[in-house]
Structure formats: structure tokens, C-alpha cells
């Protein structure tokens, strides 16, 4: 159906053109208009993204966003500070990508999610928090738990146009330093090609594997003394990794379609993405790293000291948030998440993907 006014207009020079033809040619050319205006109609919409994932790509959908991070003084985070539930100041990275592409975003992605190699959970919820009269650990879905529920809205049956998004890790290997657990990238990246087998077997078969950026240089372990209290050999070994995992997640995208006919893997170096955007002269960044954001993050079994007394509830904020790099000890602002999908936009819009930046 023709509403708008330049299709009105389209038609009027259509009809003009059509009536100073001779009947047979005329014919022709109104059947050759039509069966454009049919396969214009049928053409393959942009496919929509899918996504499991952890805090960086969290869209206020998943679990941080209505549980929320909270203080050790009893205090949610504010929610005029982090955008909307988002674990930033504004729109995540994958919302920015979405909306640039035009396609429409499922997002699983949940602040403090894993893999599965290890728990995945939030700071506990203390005692006080939400009428609590006691502490409360509060687990955050992981990878496997992000499956299932996709599975089960779609009763195990899906679709093969999406692109399936799979950006997890980085709460993995956090737990080295903070936990000091021995998790390794074989055993998180096993659980990734598990997630992917999974999804083929459902019927995915595009997949997106988004590397996992450099975590040894964030603030958390950089920007104040008292963060010294980590061991350089964790953080070391952590950053070790990091590097190990995202040379796996290249050989799965090589090895995995060769297994599972039909699809097709796609490696994205967020962290190189990442360093562009935060070294772009032109960005006008006066921090690359320090938090603006500096909050009393509270992590079991840490003995660091927080930030900032217990009668600041609302920790320490910065005058120009969109100079800095980092949101808080965890997190870039938003004009990073901007910036990365600015670049992943330009870099996918290719027949791999199907889809246009327009």
C-alpha cells in the first residue's frame, strides 16, 4: 500500500509515463512495476541480534538491571548515575549497534554473568538492603542459564536468520584475582562452543564471538593505592588468559563450521575497538584511566579497603564524565560504548552479516 508522499509522488510519474505508451508496451512495463514492487516487498529484513553476554553489553534486560549492584553502605547505586539500569552512564555498546543498524536487539546480557566455569553473582545484598536480615548472595544467570531462557521462550526452536552474539569471559577471569580460582581459557572457551553447539542444534547458524578486552590495566586494579593489595601475579596471570581466550575464540571460528555445516562464525576484537576509541585524539579524553565514577565496590572475600568512607554513600563523581574513558573501576562511559559500536557497525556491514549501516 502506497501512504507516503513520495510514493504518492513515485506513482503520479508512473501514471503520466504509463499513459503516453502504446497498450502492449504499456502492459509490460506495469507488470515489470509490479513484480518489483513484490520482490521489494518480500526482500529479508535486516536479521535481529541476539545476545548472551555479562555487564558490558547488559541493556537494563537482564538480571543487574532490576536487582542492581549495591553499596557496602546499604546504598543502591544511584540511578541517575547508572543510565537506566546499565552499568554505565548511558546505552551499552550492542544498543548503540542495534539501533545503528536498525534491527531489533534480544539482549541476555546480566551484570556479573559467567560462562559457567565459575558462579556468576552480584556483590552480596546486605543486610538492610530491600527489609534483608541478612546478607544475600545473589546469583546472576550464567551463559547456560541465558540458553535455556532463550530456548524456552522460543520452545526449543530457532531461528537461522539472527546473528547470535556470544560476548562472556571477563567475569571468568576476574575470579583469579578476586576468588583466586584456577580458571582457565580451555575450560571457558569449552563452555563457549558448548553454548554454540547448543544453539546449532536449535536451529542458529550465525554466530558473533566478541573477544574479551585487556581487564589487567582497569581502574579497579590501577587507580588507587589501596588496590595494591592484589597480587601482580594474579593480575599477570588473569591478562595471560585474557590473550589465551581470544586466540581460541579465532580457532573456534575456524573449526566450528567445518563441524556444523551451514553456519558461519565471526571474531570481533572488542578490545582492539576499544583502544581506538580511547586513544581518539579527536574524543577530547582528559582521563584514559581513571574512573569518573568511583564507588565502594564490595566483592566476597575482599579485604580492600573501600574507596571511600562509609558516610559516602554515593562515592566519588567527576565534573566531565564524557572526558573519561571509564565510567567506574569496571566500566567505560558512554561515549566509548559509542565509539566501539561506531566501529563494529562500519567493520560488519558486510554480506557475512547481510545487514547495512544505511
Known sequence: MCTSAKCRRNMCVIRAGLASMPTLMRTVTLLLICFQLVCTSLSAPSPPI???????SDDANGFAGNAKF?????????????YRGRWSNGPTWIEFAASMLGVPLTDYGAGGAT?????????????????????????SPTLPQQLNMHFLKFNNTLSPGPLYFIFIGAN?????????????????????????????????????????????GIPVFTQNSTYGYYPASAISRMGAEVTQHNANLRQIAMSFPTDHGGSSVYVYDFGGAFSKAANNASAGFTETKKACYVTAYHLADDPVPDTQPIGSPNGSLCSNPDQHVFWDQFHPTRIIHRSIANQFVNQTSSPLFGISSN
Open 70 to 82: 549495591v553499596l557496602r553502605t546499604n546504598q543502591t547505586y544511584p540511578e541517575e548515575l547508572y
Open 115 to 139: 560462562t559457567g566455569s565459575v558462579p556468576a553473582q552480584v556483590p552480596p545484598l546486605p543486610v538492610g538492603f530491600a527489609g534483608l536480615t541478612v546478607p544475600t548472595t545473589v546469583l
Open 50 to 56: 541476539v545476545l548472551f553476554g555479562d555487564s558490558l
Open 172 to 216: 571468568d577471569y576476574f575470579s583469579i584475582v578476586f576468588q583466586k580460582t584456577a580458571v582457565t581459557a580451555g575450560l571457558v572457551t569449552q563452555y563457549i562452543q558448548d553454548a554454540m553447539g547448543q544453539l546449532y542444534s536449535k536451529g542458529a547458524r550465525r554466530f558473533v564471538l566478541i573477544q574479551v578486552p585487556d581487564i589487567t
